[in-house]
C-alpha cells in the first residue's frame, strides 16, 4: 500500500542522519559502500537506504544492517526468582562461570547480543540472589555491552546539540544544549527576520538558528579568518532553499563598513594577491619541471613540445577563468551581505565564539535596529561581567541579564526514582539583552493638542 | 507589530511593551486619544508612541521616562496578566528545542492557562504551522483567545473548551509535537497519541510533584512511548556588581629598617564581581520528554 505521507520519512542516498546507540549519537552521511566505524562495530548503510526514519537496524556480519524485528519486550530471563537483600553475596571474583575466552568465542559464533546475555545470565551464579533491581540493573548494563543495534534519525537541533555536547565539547566552547535552547528563545529567533550570527561553534548554532527559521529570512554568520566554518550546518540536512537565506561576511571588513569605506564594487586586494601568487606559482612549476631534464628535453621533436606548451597554457587559463568566476561569486556575496548589515536593521544578534565576546558584542551591537534582542555566550563569566559594564556605562541597551542554566535528569522507575547526575557550571554562561535607541536631545515640548487633557494633575506613585 | 514578526514603527492598535525598570514591564493597547498612568507619569498614546520607533525613550509627563519596546513571547511572559500559574522562559526555552518545533510544526497544548506558552509556541511554528490549544476553563479560553486576536496570532492557533483528559484535543493523526500542563497528565497520553501524526513525534508533560511524573512515566510506557526522559532546568542570575574588600591593618612593620611606615587607614581592593540573588526559584516543575514511535 502506497503512503503518501511517507516520503520525507524515509532514509535515502546521500542523506545526512544521526547514528544512535543508548545515548551515544554519531552524525554520518549515506554514502554508497561506505564504512562505518561506530561504537567499536563497523557497517555499511547501504540497506538502511529506503526504511523509515527512526528504525533499529541489527548489525549482523559483514556489516550488513538488517531492521530489527519487533523488539522482544520484558527480560531475557523470566524467572521472577529474586533476592531480598545482599547479605549472603559474596564478591569472590568467581561469580561468573564463563571465561574471557568463552565469551569471546560465542561473539565469534555470531551469537546476538540478547543470546549472549542469556548465557551471562546462566552462568552467573549469584543473579538469582539478587535484588529484582539489582538484576534490572545487570542486564542493562550487559545490554549496553553487548547488544549490537544501531537506531537511525533524521537530524535536529536538539539531536546534534545533545551529540556535540556529548562527543565534541571542546568544539562548540562547551555549550550545552540547554544553554543552546536558552539562546534560541532569547534571541526570540523566528522565521522572516534577519539575524547576525558569531560562532565557532562548528555551524552548531548556525544551525539551530537555520532551523527556527525555517528557510524564511536571513541569515548572516559573521566569520573570522578565511572562511566561514559550517561542518554542524550539513548535518542538518537541510534543503537546498534554506541556503539562499543564508549570508557570510568576514569579520575583518567589519570596520571597513562601518566607517562606509568598504568598496565592495572592487575586487578583494587580498583575493586577488592570492590569484596572482597561485598564478605564479603555476607558471614557475611547469619551468622548473623543464629544467630538471635538459637533455630529454632536447632529444623530442619542437612540434611535440609546443603542442605541451599550449595545452599546458589553456589548461592553466582554464583554471585562472574558474578562479576569476569563483572570486565575482564571492564578490557578489560579500556586496550582497554588506548590503543587508548596510541598513543596520537586523532583528537578532547571537554571539558564541572563542573569542573574547566584548569587542565583538560592541561592534556587532552597531548592526541591530533597536528593539531587538541580542545573546552572548561565553564558557566563562568574567568575559561577560566585562561585557555588562561596558554595556551599562555605554547605554543603549535595557534588560541585561546575566545567567546559566543547571540541567538535571533523573531516573523515574517505580521505586527507584531519583536525580540521574547533576551537571553544573559546565553548561557556560550567557548575556542577553535588548537594544534600545541611544540617548538623543528629544524635541521639546511635543504637541499635545489631540489629547485629552490629563485627568489628575498629580499621579499617585505606586510601589512595584 | 505582530507577535510572529517584526514592525519598526509603533501603530494604533498594537501591543507595545513599556520598560520601566529591570523586572518592571507592562503591555500597553496602543490607541489613538488614549493614554496610560505610570509611576513615572502619563503616556499620551497619540503623541509619545503612534508614529515613534519601538524601542524609543518616551519622558513621561513628571519628566521621568521609560522605553518602548517591541512586543515578544519572552516580553510578554514577564508582562502578561496572570490567570494561572506560567510557564516562564527558562522551561519554554527547553520545551521549544525537546520537542522539536520548528515553523511548520503542528502542536497541541493543554491547558492553554494564560497563554505564555501559547505565544512562544507561535513565534517557532509560524507562518506555516499550527497550534491547537484546549482550556477546559471557559471564561479563560475566551480571554486567550481575545488576545491572539490582539496579538495578530489568531489565524495561526484554535482554542478549543473541552476536556483534554475526556475529549482530547479535538483532532487526530496531525500533531508532531504535545505539551501538556494539567494535574493529570496521565489521563490525557492515550489522547494525545491519538492526536499524533501516524509518523511519530514528541511529547512534553510539566508536573510539579514527583507522584504525577512517575504516574505519567507509567502511562506513557504503556501506551508505547520511547526515549523517556524527565528533567529539570533551573535559571541562576547573577548580579554584576563591584564590591570592596577591606584590608586588615596589621599595625606598623617592626622590620623596616626603624622607619615607622604608616599603613593606610582604610585599604580596600574592589573588585567586579557577580553575587546571586538571596533567594532563587528552586523548583517550576520536572520536564517529561517521550517520543512517539511510528505506529
Known amino acids: 500500500m502506497a503512503d503518501n505521507g511517507d516520503e520525507e520519512y524515509r532514509i535515502q542516498q546521500g542523506d545526512y542522519v544521526v547514528l544512535k546507540r543508548g545515548d551515544i549519537f554519531k552524525a554520518v552521511q549515506i554514502v554508497p559502500k ?36 519487533l523488539k522482544e519486550t520484558g527480560n531475557p530471563s523470566d524467572l521472577k526468582e529474586a ?69 537511525i534519525l533524521k537530524p535536529s537541533c536538539r539531536i546534534l546539540a545533545m551529540m556535540y555536547h556529548g562527543r565534541e565539547p571542546g568544539k562548540i566552547c562547551h555549550l550545552r544544549y540547554d544553554t543552546l535552547a536558552q539562546m534560541l528563545t532569547l534571541a526570540n529567533i523566528h522565521a522572516h527576520s534577519k539575524v547576525l550570527v558569531f560562532e565557532t561553534c562548528a555551524g552548531l548554532v548556525l544551525g ?7 528557510g524564511y529570512g536571513s541569515v548572516i554568520q559573521m566569520y573570522p579568518g578565511g572562511g566561514p566554518v559550517r561542518a554542524g550546518v550539513e548535518s542538518f540536512g ?10 557570510e561576511f568576514p569579520i575583518c571588513h567589519v570596520n571597513a563598513l562601518l566607517a562606509g569605506e568598504l568598496d565592495t564594487t572592487a575586487k578583494d586586494p587580498t583575493a586577488e594577491e592570492k590569484l596572482n601568487l597561485a598564478a605564479d606559482e603555476e607558471q614557475i612549476q611547469p619551468e622548473a619541471e623543464q629544467q630538471g631534464s635538459p637533455e630529454e628535453q632536447n632529444m623530442e621533436t619542437n612540434a611535440a613540445q609546443d603542442q605541451e606548451k599550449i595545452e599546458k597554457e589553456k589548461r592553466r587559463e582554464a583554471k585562472a577563468q574558474e578562479r576569476k568566476v569563483k572570486l565575482e561569486e564571492k564578490r557578489k556575496k560579500l556586496a550582497a551581505a554588506a548590503a543587508l548589515l548596510e541598513g543596520r536593521n537586523a532583528d537578532g544578534l547571537v554571539i558564541a565564539s572563542r573569542f573574547h565576546p566584548c569587542p565583538v558584542l560592541m561592534t556587532l551591537l552597531k548592526f541591530l535596529a533597536p528593539s531587538r534582542p541580542f545573546v552572548v555566550y561565553s564558557q566563562y563569566k ?3 561581567i566585562e561585557c555588562y559594564t561596558k554595556l551599562k556605562e555605554q547605554g543603549g541597551t535595557v534588560n541585561l541579564r546575566l545567567s546559566d542554566t543547571w540541567l538535571r535528569h533523573y531516573q523515574v522507575l517505580p521505586n527507584r526514582t531519583h536525580p540521574v547526575l547533576l551537571m553544573s557550571g559546565g553548561g557556560g554562561y550567557l548575556l542577553s539583552g535588548t537594544t534600545v535607541a541611544m540617548d538623543q536631545s528629544k524635541p521639546a515640548a511635543s504637541q499635545r493638542s489631540e489629547e485629552p487633557a490629563p485627568k489628575r494633575q498629580k499621579v499617585k506613585d505606586t510601589e512595584g | 507589530m505582530s507577535f510572529v514578526e517584526y514592525s519598526d514603527c509603533i501603530q494604533d492598535g498594537d501591543v507595545a511593551i513599556v520598560y520601566l525598570s529591570h523586572n518592571s514591564v507592562m503591555p500597553v493597547k496602543v490607541q489613538q486619544g488614549a493614554q496610560t498612568q505610570t509611576r513615572y507619569g502619563v503616556i499620551r498614546h497619540s503623541t509619545d508612541l503612534i508614529g515613534q520607533p519601538y524601542g524609543s525613550k518616551v519622558t513621561c509627563s513628571k519628566g521621568g521616562w521609560v522605553y518602548v519596546l517591541h512586543p515578544t513571547p519572552e516580553l510578554w511572559t514577564v508582562a502578561l496578566p496572570h490567570r494561572t500559574q506560567i510557564l516562564y522562559t527558562t522551561d519554554i526555552a527547553t520545551i521549544t528545542m525537546m520537542l522539536e518545533l520548528k515553523p511548520g510544526s503542528i502542536v497541541c497544548e493543554s491547558g492553554t492557562g494564560s497563554g505564555s506558552l501559547s505565544h512562544a509556541i507561535l513565534r517557532t511554528i509560524a507562518p506555516t504551522g499550527h497550534l491547537h490549544t484546549v482550556e477546559f476553563h471557559q471564561q479563560r479560553a475566551e480571554k486567550v483567545q481575545e488576545e491572539f486576536a490582539e496579538h495578530r496570532v489568531d489565524h495561526l492557533v484554535t482554542v ?7 475529549d482530547g484535543f479535538g483532532v487526530t493523526g496531525v500533531a508532531d509535537a504535545i505539551f501538556l500542563d494539567i494535574p493529570s497528565p496521565w489521563e490525557a497520553v492515550g489522547h494525545a497519541k491519538a492526536a499524533m501524526k501516524r509518523q511519530g513525534g514528541r511529547l512534553c508533560s510539566f508536573s510539579p510533584c514527583i507522584e504525577q511524573v512517575q504516574r505519567t512515566c507509567q502511562a506513557l510506557v504503556d501506551q508505547g512511548f520511547e526515549e523517556i526522559n524527565t528533567l529539570e532546568v533551573l535559571l541562576r542570575i547573577h548580579d554584576v556588581r563591584t564590591v570592596s574588600l577591606p584590608l586588615p591593618d596589621f599595625g606598623p612593620d617592626c622590620r623596616s629598617d626603624g622607619v ?21 526559584p528552586g523548583h517550576t516543575g520536572y520536564l517529561t520528554f517521550a517520543t512517539k514511535p511510528r505506529t
Open chain 1, 34 to 69: 561506505k564504512k562505518i566505524i561506530f561504537e567499536k562495530q563497523w557497517f555499511f548503510l547501504d540497506n538502511a537506504v529506503g526504511n523509515l526514519y527512526s528504525t533499529t537496524f541489527e548489525i549482523s556480519s559483514g556489516g550488513i544492517l538488517q531492521p530489527q524485528k
Open chain 1, 83 to 151: 533476592g531480598t537483600d545482599n547479605r549472603n553475596i559474596v564478591d569472590d571474583g568467581k561469580s561468573q562461570k564463563l571465561t574471557r575466552d568463552d565469551i569471546e568465542t560465542l561473539k565469534e559464533q555470531g551469537l546476538k547480543g540478547q543470546e549472549i546475555i542469556q548465557q551471562l545470565i546462566e552462568n552467573s551464579s549469584t543473579f538469582r540472589d539478587k535484588t529484582e533491581y539489582a538484576q534490572d540493573k545487570y542486564i542493562k548494563k550487559k545490554k549496553k555491552k553487548y547488544e549490537n543495534t544501531v537506531t
Open chain 1, 208 to 214: 539551530s538558528i537555520m532551523e527556527r527559521m525555517g
Open chain 1, 238 to 247: 537541510f534543503p537546498a532553499h534554506f541556503h539562499d537565506t543564508l549570508h
Open chain 1, 382 to 384: 568574567e568575559t561577560l
Open chain 2, 160 to 166: 478549543r473548551n473541552q476536556d483534554v483528559c475526556k
Open chain 2, 260 to 280: 615607622e611606615e604608616t599603613s593606610p587607614n582604610y585599604a580596600a581592593v574592589s573588585l567586579k564581581t557577580t553575587t546571586p540573588p538571596r533567594e532563587i
